[in-house]
C-alpha cells in the first residue's frame, strides 16, 4: 500500500469520495467505512483530514462528513500559503502565472459571458469608481477581485477558475487589497477596466485583450 501511495495511487477513503455519488448528502461513520474499506478507523481519520484539508469533504458535528464539488483552490492555496512564508517572492512568481493564464483564456472567456455578466461587470465597475471618487477615497479591492473572477467564470475549467482564487486569496494574505500606491495609480488601474469591461460590451475583445497586458504590466510596476 505503501508503494503505492508513492506511486499516486489514491487513498482508500479518496477512492469512496470518487466512486460514490451519494457522498454529497452524508457519508458513513468512520467506523462503518472501516469495515466496508478494510482499513482501521485511525488510517480512515488522517485520511479525512488530508480530505479536508484539499476542500474535498465538508465536517460537521451535527451533519456529518459530505463531499464538496470539486475545486482546485484549496490544495494552491494551502502550498501558496507555505510558499509565500518561506519566500515572498513566491508570490510575484504566482502572480506572473495567473497573469499569463488570463492572457491566454481571455479571448475564450469573454466569449462565453451572458448578457447578465456583462450587466454585472459593468454595475461592478460602477461601484469601484464611486469608492475612487468618495472622501476619503476607498480602495475597491471586492470589485477588483469580483470583476476579474467573474469575466472568467463561465470557463467551466476547474483548474483555471481555482488557480485564479487562489491568487486573490494570496493577494489578500499579502495585504495588497489595502494597498493604494496613491490615488492616480488606482485610477490608472480602473481605467484600463474600464477600457477592458467597454471591449466586453462592444465584441471588441482583441482592445481587451490589450488593455488586460498593459493592465497586469502596470500592476508589477506598481510603486
Do not use: C
Request: charged letters at 25%; zero cysteines; glycine letters at 6%.
Amino acid at each position: 500500500m505503501l508503494r503505492d501511495r508513492a506511486n499516486g495511487a489514491l487513498s482508500e477513503f479518496m477512492q469512496y469520495l470518487a466512486s460514490h455519488p451519494q457522498a454529497e448528502q452524508a457519508l458513513p461513520s468512520l467506523n462503518a467505512l472501516s469495515q466496508e474499506l478494510g482499513v482501521s478507523v485511525a488510517s480512515l481519520r488522517e485520511q479525512l483530514e488530508v480530505a479536508r484539508a484539499l476542500g474535498l469533504v465538508d465536517v460537521r458535528p451535527r451533519t456529518g462528513t459530505r463531499r464538496l464539488p470539486y475545486s482546485f483552490s484549496p490544495s494552491i492555496r494551502q502550498s501558496l500559503r507555505y510558499g509565500i512564508a518561506l519566500d515572498h517572492a513566491h508570490f510575484d512568481t504566482f502572480a506572473d502565472l495567473r497573469n499569463h493564464v488570463e492572457s491566454a483564456y481571455w479571448l475564450e472567456a469573454v466569449g462565453k459571458l451572458t448578457a447578465e455578466d456583462k450587466s454585472e461587470l459593468e454595475s461592478i465597475l460602477a461601484r469601484a469608481w464611486d469608492k475612487l471618487r468618495s472622501r476619503p477615497v476607498q480602495v475597491p479591492h471586492e470589485e477588483h477581485r469580483k470583476l476579474h473572477l467573474l469575466i472568467y467564470s463561465r470557463l467551466q475549467n476547474p483548474f483555471v477558475t481555482g488557480l485564479l482564487e487562489a491568487y486573490w486569496d494570496a493577494y489578500e494574505a499579502v495585504g495588497l487589497n489595502v494597498f493604494a500606491g496613491g490615488y492616480e495609480y488606482l485610477e490608472e488601474v480602473w481605467q484600463y477596466h474600464q477600457k477592458m469591461v467597454e471591449s466586453i460590451r462592444t465584441g471588441d475583445y482583441e482592445a481587451g485583450h490589450r488593455a488586460l497586458s498593459e493592465h497586469t504590466e502596470l500592476i508589477t510596476h506598481r510603486p
